[in-house]
């Protein structure tokens, strides 16, 4: 059973906590890019692993991320003007650069003695995917960027959101590492075509696209649980098996790396894949990034309005990024249609998904679960959580952060006879044990 002390540990990521170290070990995402749209645009705010932050871009295109508060009077810096190459503080006016060095001290006499001894706190950045990144970790243990497929694919290929979970980080991770619920949460009642076409792929969706092995997850709500560990500690391939047609079953593949993407479970070869990173703003809430990309052709336009306009995992968003229908609205949840159309009643897969998350309280007791054997995949993450965690707290850093390639994985779907292992699965269906996708894209990294 999970204690308090273990549920602390997991749950809490602000400056000085385990579990916080142990996530500033790792490039996050932190801004979709074109929340900087262009040079000297308005700086934005950032709350990442509980601490303030303020992004800009400065006069040459480059992104600084830096602390919130002047260190003079500790004045909020996302009031400040964004001009020629740094970002003005508005009391007294002092300047800083994207590297946080303080640059313009016109205040005082000795400014130009004093500036060179002020520095705020600035984090490195990177844009790649689409997203701007960020490390917060020890300088000489910076990582390279992890090689996630969305982010290496043609910018045409790819189409990536953001929303807000009002729920501590794991409670979210912890959903997606459950392969069982998508025969409950996320099913239509009638076990019909168009339902499912409608919950899956929005309302303009045409029956040819359906894949018609979702019939197997409402028909088979008990699948067996296989966990199959990544190397390097990279977190772990969780795969639910469930009974399809004649001696065939149906497998969905879900890899989940650390500390806190996964790829998910649903894609046919050929089709859109998905996955999402979530990262702790502070413990009582979370950014989910969301992509969608597509290995073999650009994104059409018409994809991109359905994604846009909410559909698979990106739920309809106010400019806020947090989704319309939410906790304060109870996810507008339909009665009538919980009763005659879908299990939920709720629309959206996303949705679903943050109504169940949330509804567990923003970091639930964990002390207080009744954990079966479906729980297989949850449990196991949580071990590799808690354990690099720990080793971290002894100075032993986590391996996976040194592994960049590892994280070049596909997940998806397969349908093989009832006697076959997961790990040949994994070989039928992407020719490697793990899913890893060999030297594909070595050469446009090469390029970059
Ligand atoms: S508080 Fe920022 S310049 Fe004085
Ligand atoms: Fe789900």
Not at 153 to 176: C, M, Y
Not at 271 to 281: A, K, R, S
Not at 335 to 343: L, N
């Amino acid at each position: 059973m999970f204690s308090l002390e273990e549920n602390q540990l997991l749950t809490q990521t602000g400056q000085g906590t385990a579990m916080g170290n142990l996530f500033r070990r790792f490039w996050l995402p932190v801004l979709i890019a074109t929340e900087l749209p262009e040079p000297d645009c308005p700086p934005v705010r950032v709350r990442i692993l509980g601490e303030d932050l303020v992004a800009f871009r400065d006069t040459a295109g480059t992104v600084g991320l830096v602390d919130a508060h002047c260190p003079h009077r500790r004045a909020g810096l996302f009031f400040g003007r964004n001009e020629e190459h740094g970002l003005r503080c508005l009391f007294h006016g002092w300047k800083f650069d994207a590297t946080g060095q303080c640059v313009d001290i016109p205040s005082v006499s000795n400014g130009e003695t004093l500036k060179k001894n002020v520095r705020i706190t600035a984090y490195p950045v990177q844009e790649y995917g689409g997203y701007i990144w960020c490390y917060m970790g020890p300088k000489d243990e910076q990582p390279e960027l992890p090689r996630m497929e969305f982010a290496l694919v043609d910018p045409s290929h790819r189409f990536i959101t953001k929303r807000r979970q009002l729920a501590n980080w794991a409670q979210v991770a912890e959903g997606i590492l459950d392969p069982t619920h998508f025969s409950y949460l996320h099913i239509p009642i009638s076990r019909d075509k168009d339902q499912w076409g409608k919950m899956m792929y929005g309302a303009n969706f045409s029956t040819d696209k359906i894949d018609p092995r979702m019939r197997w997850v409402t028909e088979d709500g008990c699948p067996s649980i296989h966990v199959q560990p990544l190397p390097n500690d990279l977190g772990m391939t969780v795969a639910g098996k469930r009974s399809a047609d004649g001696d065939e079953s149906y497998w969905r593949i879900i890899q989940f790396l650390m500390p806190s993407t996964s790829l998910a479970p649903g894609s046919s070869k050929g089709e859109n894949y998905h996955g999402q990173t979530i990262v702790p703003i502070d413990d009582g809430s979370a950014w989910v990034y969301s992509y969608t990309w597509n290995p073999e052709r650009p994104l059409s336009d018409q994809e991109r309005k359905n994604l846009g306009s909410g559909s698979a995992i990106h739920p309809a968003m106010d400019d806020q990024f947090l989704p319309k229908r939410n906790r304060d609205n109870d996810y507008l949840i339909d009665r009538e249609m919980q009763k005659t159309e879908t299990y939920s009643g709720i629309v959206g897969i996303g949705e679903q998904d943050a109504a169940i998350c949330e509804s567990q309280g923003i970091i639930f007791d964990r002390t207080k679960e009744l954990l079966v054997a479906s729980d297989l995949g949850i449990v196991r993450m949580r071990k590799l959580w808690l354990e690099a965690a720990r080793q971290l707290t002894q100075g032993i850093p986590p391996k996976a952060p040194a592994h960049p390639d590892g994280y070049k994985v596909r997940s998806g779907n397969a349908v093989t006879h009832n006697s076959v292992p997961l790990a040949e699965v994994m070989i039928e269906r992407f020719g490697h044990v793990h899913g890893h996708l060999g030297d594909l894209y070595d050469e446009s990294l090469h390029n970059r």
